[in-house]
């Protein structure tokens, strides 16, 4: 068994190094729903075969100890000078094969649960929600918002709350499932949306919006146009880059599908989102590849809604909730 348990974390070993250098992608979820499997056939090994067959040897000896402490006592012997209890330790000790296997299936399941139907940490990798989020921000996503959804497969089995504008969603990627998105909620299923001339339009109607004193953006080092929006019940912040053009680059669109309920002109883009799906924007909205680009969000690539910031290394002023 020492021998299957190396073999299993080499393979670990090899998946992960290759996930780091970025030889394949990794599915994070898949792979802690195989290590709480394997955990688990270690741990009832453990339970119902390998503990009883340590603790019965321990017996035996504790057994064979006093049989010959018993035999000497009646050669009239009485002084004897063995000690089993180190030997007893030895023998129920458990060795380390099922210490790095049995004893991490406790740890290993409460994080699969936790992360599968609770909570999930993501860290922002982009810009392409700024102002709202920053590249480094480490973020919380409610995985139970929007409904149970069974791990790896993502089905959702209990429904919850539907998504609403403004919210700011984590989604798998359409164009590459292993990865995961986060944009922001603008339209809904059967809505038709418009972004002309760098506009936002919902079902005809222009959404809210002021202008804020210029964002300064450090890693860029460039001052933004900045305006207060409203989507919804949500008010939240954007950036618009007055140098960019406002329509989107033909050779930049994805062939997704439904796309025949897009239109395409120089000002801008117009959709009608089909039933079970979500049009998708970043609030950084001239340096973002979100719906425009690559089309609809379904329902089951819904990975749940983020609401908090636990962390930031480098300003720990970000921590908190937002809109």
């Not at 000002?267 to 979100?290: I, L, T, W």
């Not at 990975?303 to 636990?310: D, S």
């Amino acid at each position: 068994m020492s021998l299957i348990t190396g073999l299993l974390y080499a393979a670990l070993a090899v998946y992960l190094g290759g996930w780091y250098t970025g030889r394949w992608h990794g599915n994070f979820s898949l792979l802690l729903f195989v290590l709480t499997v394997v955990t688990l056939g270690y741990w009832l090994a453990e339970r119902y075969r390998f503990k009883p067959a340590r603790e019965a040897a321990a017996t035996q000896l504790a057994q064979q100890n006093d049989a010959r402490r018993a035999q000497l006592a009646a050669q009239g012997i009485t002084q004897v000078d063995t000690d089993i209890t180190q030997a007893r330790e030895r023998l129920l000790m458990q060795p380390w094969w099922l210490d790095w296997t049995a004893g991490l299936f406790p740890v290993i399941c409460a994080v699969f649960l936790m992360r599968s139907f609770l909570f999930e940490p993501f860290k922002i990798p982009s810009g392409s929600m700024i102002p709202t989020l920053l590249v480094g921000d480490l973020i919380l996503v409610n995985k139970f918002h929007y409904g149970i959804r069974l791990p790896v497969i993502n089905k959702k089995i209990i429904s919850n709350n539907e998504p609403q504008r403004g919210d700011v969603m984590v989604f798998r990627y359409p164009v590459d499932p292993s990865l995961d998105y986060i944009k922001r909620v603008v339209a809904l299923p059967g809505d038709e949306v418009a972004y002309i001339n760098k506009k936002l339009t919902v079902n005809g109607k222009p959404v809210e919006q002021s202008q804020l004193p210029q964002f300064y953006d450090e890693d860029t080092l460039r001052y933004f146009d900045q305006y207060s929006e409203k989507l919804g019940q949500v008010e939240h912040r954007i950036l618009v880059d007055k140098d960019r053009p406002p329509f989107v680059p033909p050779q930049a669109v994805f062939d997704f599908p439904n796309k025949e309920l897009c239109r395409y002109s120089g000002e801008g883009v117009v959709c009608k989102v089909p039933a079970g799906h979500y049009f998708m924007m970043g609030d950084n909205r001239d340096n973002s590849q979100d719906s425009r680009f690559w089309g609809f969000v379904p329902d089951d690539a819904i990975v749940g809604k983020a609401f908090v910031i636990w962390m930031n290394f480098g300003d720990f002023k970000r921590i908190g909730f937002f809109n």
